[in-house]
């Protein structure tokens, strides 16, 4: 099958490779350019007074090793690739949720004390839950940074818009609700 990758360009070659092994054809069109931002000024103050970090996505943990230089905070994320992306950028106290932001908020519940401090959730500038909303009942304050933007590009590539044009395309990843609706 020819296979229409979406994905930012680092994880679109992974996902290539993968399908390339199995006799696919892959074609990356990435929808967004991924941009690392400067944290705020409070952000390391934040970082050192939270409880934990909760990271949603593989680029928020690697938003935060581009933030930070610190490894040992504990870790909360959202399933076993972004968990595993932050192991190999060098965290070493990460769990995973195993899931999606449900498991997430899950988790923090069964194993946290909001007496113990707040939480501190690295993400993108979209993003699919508020985990202060949805941790607020349960006591947890949950301050949010911004450490990374997806930002939506202007065109597809040439062989992705030739490949869409002469319907030669059996099937389009889609990994957000954003990319869908792109």
Same mark, same amino acid.
């Given at each position: 099958?020819?296979?229409?990758?979406?994905?930012?360009?680092?994880?679109?070659?992974?996902?290539?490779?993968?399908?390339?092994?199995?006799g696919h054809a892959p074609v990356i069109a990435p929808l967004f350019?991924?941009?690392?931002?400067?944290?705020?000024?409070?952000?390391?103050?934040?970082?050192?007074?939270?409880?934990?970090?909760?990271?949603?996505?593989?680029?928020?943990?690697?938003?935060?090793?581009?933030?930070?230089?610190?490894?040992?905070?504990?870790?909360?994320?959202?399933?076993?690739?972004?968990?595993?992306?932050?192991?190999?950028?060098g965290f070493s106290d990460v769990i995973s949720a195993s899931g999606?932001? +449900? !498991? %997430?908020? =899950?988790?923090? &519940?069964?194993? $946290?004390?909001?007496?113990?401090?707040?939480?501190?959730?690295?993400?993108?500038?979209?993003?699919?839950?508020?985990?202060?909303?949805?941790?607020?009942?349960a006591g947890f304050e949950v301050q949010r940074f911004v450490l990374?933007?997806?930002?939506?590009? +202007? !065109? %597809?590539? =040439?062989?992705? &818009?030739?490949? $869409?044009?002469?319907?030669?395309?059996?099937?389009?990843?889609?990994?957000?609700?954003?990319?869908?609706?792109?």
């Amino acid at each position: 099958m020819r296979v229409l990758i979406l994905r930012p360009e680092r994880e679109a070659a992974a996902l290539a490779a993968a399908l390339s092994e199995r006799g696919h054809a892959p074609v990356i069109a990435p929808l967004f350019r991924l941009e690392f931002l400067h944290p705020p000024p409070e952000f390391s103050a934040a970082l050192a007074a939270s409880q934990a970090i909760l990271v949603t996505s593989a680029n928020g943990a690697r938003a935060l090793a581009e933030a930070s230089e610190q490894r040992g905070r504990p870790i909360i994320a959202v399933g076993d690739t972004t968990a595993s992306t932050a192991e190999g950028l060098g965290f070493s106290d990460v769990i995973s949720a195993s899931g999606d932001a +449900a !498991a %997430l908020t =899950e988790l923090v &519940r069964r194993r $946290l004390k909001p007496a113990d401090g707040p939480l501190l959730h690295v993400s993108g500038r979209e993003v699919a839950i508020d985990l202060g909303e949805a941790l607020g009942p349960a006591g947890f304050e949950v301050q949010r940074f911004v450490l990374y933007d997806a930002r939506e590009e +202007a !065109a %597809l590539p =040439e062989p992705a &818009r030739a490949a $869409l044009e002469a319907r030669a395309v059996d099937v389009i990843t889609f990994f957000s609700p954003r990319a869908a609706s792109t």
